[in-house]
């Protein structure tokens, strides 16, 4: 590599494949650090970005936001990292700190928000900067290649998980990808019974999550043996919001846990009724993002990678667009 010149995958053109680029190694503001990075996760959320599901993104624009590294410099203001820490950079990288969501401590609502990945440039380099307050220490029970899934799928995961309720037993999980298999495992710990839906004929899934806890893995279109207390829903597909509704117990909640969905189609209101209830989840907060951290090695979760150099960022983002990832993809520039 040329002095002060890193490699990076570029997003040129939303709709388009990632340029492979030769781009000068970014500067940290007073209030950012420089990571080198060592691994980067591929999240589905990547794929909305690149496939122009997710309006106005930074033009050109280096994707990934499951970012792990080592920091190399820091600006001026930074007291909470040094040379020689690792780290993890997330989705979330910025907020305003001053709008009525930041002063309610629901920043991940923040009006003027800055996105890794996507209004921000990410990890799909050999380099990159963000600003230090939004960056977390990844234990050391974790390699890179799989510290990486938790900064996303772990933390929307996460927050997702948190939105049943303690006396909610019966979890379904549709869509058994990165954030399944990392929420599986967590809920397995707590005791609850896992029942996981894939797509139809995905045997290999299904397996998988028996494998990890589940006490049942079907078809999304098929009905689990008991009703559900809750369920989340990791894929981007609206009918699936249909199918929990009709495996869901009354008083059962359904959680959206995607940035983005396909539109969901009419159903009838008897569905709903017996207050069942539909929630959304948007992005995370720097709070959810310690507590799973902190939690995660004491399940432990384990996450499964499949790894790819950097310059395979199109081979894995493929992939995962066909389904044909199994637990989470991960780019490593080493």
Not at 128 to 146: K, L, N, Q
Not at 172 to 199: D, L, N, P, W
Not at 329 to 334: H, I
Request: charged share 20%; hydrophobic share 40%.
């Amino acid at each position: 590599m040329e002095k002060g010149m890193m490699r990076a995958m570029v997003l040129e053109q939303p709709g388009e494949p990632l340029v492979e680029r030769l781009l000068p190694i970014p500067e940290p503001r007073p209030d950012q650090v420089l990571v080198k990075v060592h691994a980067c996760g591929v999240c589905r959320t990547d794929l909305h970005v690149v496939d122009c599901e997710l309006p106005r993104p930074k033009l050109p624009l280096i994707p990934g936001h499951e970012i792990v590294g080592t920091v190399v410099r820091t600006g001026s203001q930074v007291i909470t990292f040094r040379p020689g820490d690792r780290v993890g950079i997330p989705w979330l990288g910025y907020t305003c700190g001053h709008c009525p969501y930041c002063a309610s401590e629901r920043e991940n609502l923040c009006d003027h928000p800055l996105f890794t990945g996507y209004t921000l440039d990410g990890g799909y380099a050999e380099y990159t900067v963000a600003d230090h307050r939004y960056c977390f220490r990844i234990s050391p029970d974790y390699g890179d290649a799989e510290g990486a899934p938790l900064l996303c799928a772990g933390l929307i995961g996460y927050r997702s998980y948190r939105m049943i309720a303690r006396e909610d037993r019966r979890l379904g999980i549709y869509g058994f990808g990165a954030a399944a298999h990392i929420i599986t495992q967590v809920a397995h710990h707590e005791g609850r019974e896992v029942f996981a839906f894939t797509k139809p004929g995905d045997r290999e899934g299904q397996s998988f999550a028996l494998r990890l806890g589940a006490v049942w893995a079907g078809s999304s279109t098929e009905r689990p043996p008991s009703e559900l207390d809750a369920a989340i829903i990791f894929a981007p597909v609206g009918y699936l919001l249909v199918e929990a509704l009709k495996s869901t117990a009354k008083g059962g909640k359904v959680i959206c846990a995607g940035i983005h969905m396909s539109d969901i189609p009419a159903f009838p209101y008897c569905l709903l009724w017996g207050e069942r209830s539909i929630r959304s989840v948007a992005n995370l907060t720097r709070r959810d993002g310690e507590e799973f951290l902190a939690l995660a090695p004491r399940v432990p979760v384990r996450t499964e990678v499949e790894v790819f150099p950097l310059e395979e960022a199109n081979k894995a983002l493929n992939l995962l667009r066909s389904g044909n990832i199994q637990g989470a993809a991960v780019l490593t520039t080493d």
